[in-house]
C-alpha cells in the first residue's frame, strides 16, 4: 500500500483564488509528521509546511495552512490568495518516527497546480 | 541558498560511464539523505547517512554506492550508467545539533545519460 497517496493530477486555480491540494497518508506508528514542499519548474524542493502527529492545532504558514484530519488520515494543503509564482509541483511527504528520529521521508506522486490570471 | 550545496548542477555523461555527486549538508546537521527523481518513478529514496554511518537503504541500485565523509559531506556514486539513471538527484539534510529536525533540499543534480 503506498504510504503517501495524492490523486488529483492537475489543478487549475484563479489568481486570488483559494485551492485545496490533497494528501492521505497511511501509518501505523502513532508519531510522524507531515510535509509539503513546493517544486517550481527551476526543480528545487522548496519547503512551505509541516505538521506533527501530536499537533492539536492545524499548521499555519503565511499563505499556506494544512488541514489535518488525523481520523481520516489526511493532510490537505490550502495555499490562500493564490499568485501566479504559486504555478508548481507540489509534493506531499511523512515521516515514521519520533521528532528528531533519523528517518527517511516517503512522498507521494505529487500535484501540479496552475495558477490562472 | 538553502544550506545544502550539490555539485555539479548538470551532468551529461555516455552509457557505462561513472559519475560522482557531492553533498555538502546545512551546517550542523548530521544526517544526508539521497533521492532519485525520475518522471516514471516520482521522488525515491536511496539511502541515509547519519554522522559518517550509513543508517537506511531505500530502492539503491547495487552499482550506486555512498558514503559520508567526516566532514559530513556526502557523495553519491553511480557506475555503469544506464539511460534511465537519467534523473533529478536530491541530497537532504536534518538533524542538526541544536535541535533543528527539518529537512532541507539541495537544488540537485541533473543528470543525462546519452
Known amino acids: 500500500a503506498q504510504k503517501i497517496t495524492q490523486t488529483q493530477p492537475g489543478m487549475f486555480v484563479q489568481e486570488k483564488e483559494a485551492v485545496t491540494l490533497d494528501c492521505t497518508y497511511d501509518t501505523s506508528d502513532p508519531s510522524y509528521g507531515l510535509f509539503w514542499y513546493k517544486q517550481p519548474s527551476s526543480g528545487e524542493m522548496i519547503f512551505l509546511i509541516y505538521q506533527g502527529s501530536y499537533d492539536q492545532q492545524n499548521a499555519t504558514e503565511g499563505r499556506y495552512s494544512l488541514n489535518f484530519q488525523k481520523a481520516r488520515k489526511s493532510a490537505n494543503l490550502v495555499i490562500s490568495a493564490s499568485q501566479l509564482g504559486d504555478s508548481a509541483m507540489y509534493f506531499c511527504a511523512m515521516r515514521e518516527g519520533q521528532t528528531g528520529a533519523n528517518s527517511k521521508l516517503t512522498f507521494g506522486k505529487g500535484i501540479t497546480l496552475s495558477v490562472r490570471p | 541558498d538553502s544550506g545544502v550545496t550539490q555539485t555539479p548542477k548538470h551532468l551529461i555523461t555516455a552509457t557505462g560511464q561513472r559519475v560522482t555527486l557531492r553533498c555538502s549538508p546545512r551546517s550542523g546537521d548530521l544526517s544526508v539523505y539521497w533521492y532519485q527523481q525520475s518522471l516514471d518513478q516520482g521522488l525515491q529514496f536511496l539511502i541515509q547517512?547519519?554522522?559518517?554511518?550509513?543508517?537506511a537503504k531505500g530502492n539503491i541500485l547495487e552499482r550506486f554506492s555512498a558514503q559520508q565523509f567526516p566532514d559530513l559531506h556526502s557523495e553519491l556514486n553511480l557506475s555503469s550508467l544506464e539511460l534511465g539513471d537519467s534523473a533529478l538527484y536530491f541530497c537532504a539534510s536534518s538533524v542538526s545539533r541544536g535541535g533543528n529536525y527539518g529537512y532541507t533540499f539541495g537544488s540537485g543534480t541533473r543528470l543525462t545519460v546519452v
Open positions: 547517512y547519519y554522522n559518517g554511518e550509513e543508517r
